[in-house]
């Protein structure tokens, strides 16, 4: 079975820019979690998609945003992109919506590597 | 709200010894555990979960852990380290409340040959 698949892997923007980066779950998975991982801040939480519903979201602003379509793809935009912007983007899949299922596995991509210049 | 804590940030050990990668939590009522693997520009690998039963959980590539719920920690353990062992290791936590993963800040293991 094919694993979490990102698109692009990796990416150069500069400052007010936008990006979107797209996200393939593992097939049979519904729920798509994204995360932004950088050296100073860890992993962090972005959202959570089920079903094309927003099911959860971290605390970022509102320039962050998502979507999940009916094939339970999903997608990340980042608008007015600021330096501190640039990270590692990880997108994560389960079975299950994440609040709903405490014991379920979450399957990692690769990352989206952003860098803002 | 749960919280998760790797007190080492680096952690080096010998090729062929055993290695402890340690994480503490704290969470209200059960709290199921993870241990994540991440290699160089790559995505994090599940390795084990501890949800309910025996302390002792195995996975993958001869990882275990070892849950001790009076000390709140869940340590990850390997008998006999190899140099591919090297990489950044993510312990996380979730909560019968929580909502999402937490993770901690990851501790870098160094296997030297």
């Known amino acids: 079975k094919a694993g979490v698949t990102q698109t692009p892997r990796y990416l150069i923007k500069t400052r007010g820019q936008q990006v979107t980066l797209s996200c393939s779950p593992i097939?049979?998975?519904?729920?798509v979690s994204w995360y932004q991982q950088t050296p100073g801040q860890g992993l962090q939480f972005l959202f959570e998609?089920?079903?094309?519903?927003?099911?959860n979201k971290g605390n970022f602003p509102g320039r962050f945003s998502g979507r999940q379509f009916s094939n339970s793809r999903s997608e990340m935009n980042v608008s007015t992109l600021e330096l501190g912007d640039s990270a590692l983007y990880l997108c994560?899949?389960?079975?299950?919506?994440?609040?709903?299922?405490?014991?379920?596995?979450?399957?990692f991509g690769p990352g989206t590597r952003l860098t803002v210049l | 709200a749960q919280s998760v804590a790797q007190p080492e940030d680096q952690v080096n050990v010998a090729e062929g010894n055993p290695l402890t990668v340690k994480c503490t939590y704290s969470?209200?009522?059960?709290?199921?555990l993870f241990w994540y693997v991440q290699y160089p520009n790559r995505g994090l690998q599940f390795l084990l979960k501890?949800?309910?039963?025996?302390?002792l959980v195995k996975g993958s590539y001869g990882f275990e852990a070892e849950f001790n719920k009076s000390q709140t920690s869940f340590h990850l353990k390997k008998p006999s380290a190899l140099v591919s062992d090297s990489a950044l290791y993510f312990c996380?936590?979730?909560?019968?409340?929580?909502?999402?993963?937490?993770f901690g800040p990851g501790t870098r293991l160094s296997v030297l040959p």
């Open positions: 994560a899949s389960s079975s299950r919506p994440v609040a709903g299922a405490r014991t379920d596995t979450q399957y």
């Open positions: 097939s049979g998975h519904r729920s």
């Open positions: 998609y089920f079903s094309e519903t927003q099911r």
């Open positions: 969470v209200s009522g059960n709290p199921y």
């Open positions: 501890y949800i309910t039963g025996d302390n």
């Open positions: 996380a936590v979730r909560d019968i409340e929580g909502q999402n993963f937490v």
